[in-house]
């Protein structure tokens, strides 16, 4: 079946490094992939998407890019902030499916 | 506008007993979904509504558990005879779907509602 995978955190960084998470899925055909955020206390929500491959899906300096030849959608950004600490999550929509596909999350925190 | 609503925010329940958690989806979107996500499992996908069609209900994880959706709009997921196990976020998410290719576009999801069974 369907999985995602993703690197284990937590993910400790100082504010102004280079975060990357690794994410890599498992599918027929060509899902959408998504990365969500969700903050401390807070609910879901979308970051980035992208729909096919080799798109690229950006926000808030959020960046991943579709790689069907390695089937992965990794994240990264080039300088975190204190306000980026928050548990990410990559996902994957089938063609044609309605259920997300989850990844276990990525705790993130950045220390001032 | 406003988003995917959902209530109680927390809920705090003894073994046995019924609970009703509630969902209201995003105006104009006719797919609704529920998720769950806990400790153990993470996330996953319950159940599936899609306008009048037949939900999608294989990710309930056992026949205590049932939704619905009354004028395809606000849903209710309902879990009976509550046990432990069911202890976790109960997340809901809409989003439109495209008339063209079928496809479900991109989910947005509520707060969710903290459920702890004691």
């Known amino acids: 079946g369907d999985s995602v995978t993703q690197m284990e955190g937590p993910v400790t960084l100082s504010e102004e490094a280079f975060l990357t998470i690794n994410c890599t899925y498992t599918a027929t055909g060509y899902p959408s992939l998504f990365w969500y955020v969700q903050y401390p206390g807070e609910g879901l929500q979308l970051l980035l998407k992208?729909?096919?491959?080799?798109d690229k899906g950006s926000n808030k300096g959020f960046e991943a890019t579709y790689r069907k030849e390695t089937t992965s959608f990794h994240l990264e950004k080039g300088s975190v902030q204190v306000s980026d600490s928050a548990v990410y999550f990559c996902?994957?929509?089938?063609?044609?499916?309605?259920?997300?596909?989850f990844g276990g999350g990525t705790r993130v925190l950045v220390k001032p | 506008g406003a988003g995917v609503s959902q209530s109680p925010s927390n809920k705090v329940t003894e073994k046995g007993k019924d609970v009703e958690l509630r969902c209201d989806p995003i105006s104009g979107h006719t797919a609704l979904y529920w998720y769950r996500q806990s400790l153990g499992q993470g996330l996953e996908f319950l159940i599936y509504f899609q306008g009048n069609s037949a939900p999608d209900k294989s990710g309930l994880p056992s026949d205590r558990f049932s939704a619905e959706r009354t004028g395809g709009s606000v849903s209710t997921l309902t879990i009976q005879r509550t046990q432990q196990e069911d202890s976790a976020v109960y997340l809901c998410a809409s989003s439109r779907r495209n008339p063209s290719s079928g496809q479900a576009e991109t989910q947005y999801f509520g707060p969710g509602t903290r459920l702890l069974v004691l």
């Open positions: 992208a729909t096919k491959a080799d």
């Open positions: 996902a994957l929509l089938k063609a044609a499916g309605n259920k997300l596909t």
